[in-house]
């Protein structure tokens, strides 16, 4: 069983930047793809970014490609999402997510869940 636990959102204007941190426990973080999804208000929850278990492949949905970087600490067992050029379009709940077998973008093939943290970008 693995635990999520999510921070780092905040109120920030167009342009701005943030870090989002998702710290694992339980388990064993190292052997769980894990990734990063949002939910604004009256949406679907979406895909963000992917991140492989070692941390060589990453994957990004277009919307966030080329301003947001995925990353990972498999020794402190954190994830990271670094978002800059944030825009009012980027405002949702930001959720982290794990999963053990197979490469997906998909939210319900994931297993375990964080809370969310809010993200807000103010134009």
């Known amino acids: 069983q693995v635990q999520l636990v999510e921070s780092g959102g905040g109120l920030v204007q167009t342009g701005g930047s943030l870090r989002l941190s998702c710290a694992a426990s339980?388990?064993?973080?190292?052997?769980?793809?894990m990734a990063w999804f949002r939910q604004a208000p009256g949406k679907e929850r979406e895909f963000v970014a992917a991140?492989?278990?070692?941390?060589?492949?990453?994957y990004y949905a277009d919307s966030v490609k080329g301003r947001f970087t995925i990353s990972r600490d498999n020794a402190t067992k954190t994830v990271y999402l670094q978002m800059n050029s944030l825009k009012p379009d980027d405002t949702a709940v930001y959720f982290c997510?794990?999963?053990?077998?197979?490469?997906?973008?998909?939210?319900?093939?994931?297993?375990?869940w964080g809370q969310g943290t809010q993200v807000t970008v103010s134009s």
């Open positions: 991140i492989s278990r070692s941390g060589e492949l990453t």
């Open positions: 997510a794990a999963k053990r077998l197979g490469w997906s973008t998909v939210d319900r093939d994931y297993n375990y």
């Open positions: 339980g388990g064993t973080f190292s052997t769980h793809i």
